[in-house]
T-cell receptor, first 116, second 113 residues
Framework: DAGVIQSPRHEVTEMGQEVTLRCKPI?????LFWYRQTMMRGLELLIY????????DSGMPEDRFSAKMPNASFSTLKIQPSEPRDSAVYFCASSSGQGRTNEKLFFGSGTQLSVL | DQQVKQNSPSLSVQEGRISILNCDYT??????FLWYKKYPAEGPTFLIS?????DKNEDGRFTVFLNKSAKHLSLHIVPSQPGDSAVYFC????????????FGPGTRLSVLP
C-alpha cells in the first residue's frame, strides 16, 4: 500500500485566499484524522471522521476551517479565508477504526502551509 | 490545558549511550500509549506502544515503561545511534476517547557521534 497520501506537499498563498488540502487514507481504513503541527502547540487534532462521518470537530480553530469526507478514499481540509497564523504543517492520518486496543495511526507526509 | 506533556523540548545524548524520553499525562481514562518518531519533512511514524495492563514493552533497542500511579511513561533507547536523531511524540488514547489520540508537544533528540 502507498500509505496515506497528502497533496500538495507545500502551499504558499496570500492572506485572504482559499486553501484546500487533500488526503487519501490507506485503503480499508475507516478512521481519518486531520492534525496541525506548530512550534507552540505540537500536534493538535483538528477533526476526525469515522466511516466518513465527522465524529469530533472540537479542535477546528474557527469557522474559517471546514473539512469533508465525501467517500472512504478522500478528504479535504479547507481554510477560507486564510490568515498568516494558519501557517503550519497539516497532517492527515488514518487508522483501521475498528476500536481495537492496539489501534495505531498512520500519517501522511504533511502539507507545509505558508500564508503571507 | 495539555493532557499529555513532554517537559523536555530537547535532549542530546552521545552515541552508544542510553536515551530516556519522558512523558506525563493527566487523564486517568487513558489506557493505551504510543510513541511516534518524526524526521524533518516526513510524517510521524509509529515506534512502540503499551497498554495500561502492562508496565513494560520492549522492541529491540526500544523499551517503553509505564507507571500508572504516577501517570508517567518513558521511552528508553539503548544503545542510541545517530539515526535516532528525530522528534519523538508521546500519544495517549482511551476507551472513552473513541478513536482519538492526544499527542504531546514532542522532544527533539540529538544523538551525537
Amino acid at each position: 500500500d502507498a500509505g496515506v497520501i497528502q497533496s500538495p506537499r507545500h502551499e504558499v498563498t496570500e492572506m485572504g485566499q482559499e486553501v484546500t488540502l487533500r488526503c487519501k487514507p490507506i485503503s480499508g481504513h475507516n478512521s481519518l484524522f486531520w492534525y496541525r503541527q506548530t512550534m507552540m502547540r505540537g500536534l493538535e487534532l483538528l477533526i476526525y471522521f469515522n466511516n466518513n462521518v465527522p465524529i469530533d470537530d472540537s479542535g477546528m480553530p474557527e469557522d474559517r476551517f471546514s473539512a469533508k469526507m465525501p467517500n472512504a478514499s478522500f478528504s479535504t481540509l479547507k481554510i477560507q479565508p486564510s490568515e498568516p497564523r494558519d501557517s503550519a504543517v497539516y497532517f492527515c492520518a488514518s487508522s483501521s477504526g475498528q476500536g481495537r486496543t492496539n489501534e495505531k495511526l498512520f500519517f501522511g507526509s504533511g502539507t507545509q502551509l505558508s500564508v503571507l | 490545558d495539555q493532557q499529555v506533556k513532554q517537559n523536555s523540548p530537547s535532549l542530546s545524548v552521545q552515541e552508544g549511550r542510553i536515551s530516556i524520553l519522558n512523558c506525563d499525562y493527566t487523564n486517568s481514562m487513558f489506557d493505551y500509549f504510543l510513541w511516534y518518531k518524526k524526521y524533518p519533512a516526513e510524517g510521524p511514524t509509529f515506534l512502540i506502544s503499551i497498554s495500561s495492563i502492562k508496565d513494560k514493552n520492549e522492541d529491540g533497542r526500544f523499551t517503553v515503561f509505564l507507571n500508572k500511579s504516577a501517570k508517567h511513561l518513558s521511552l528508553h533507547i539503548v544503545p542510541s545511534q545517530p539515526g535516532d536523531s528525530a522528534v519523538y511524540f508521546c500519544a495517549a488514547s482511551g476507551r472513552n476517547y473513541g478513536q482519538n489520540f492526544v499527542f504531546g508537544p514532542g522532544t527533539r533528540l540529538s544523538v551525537l557521534p
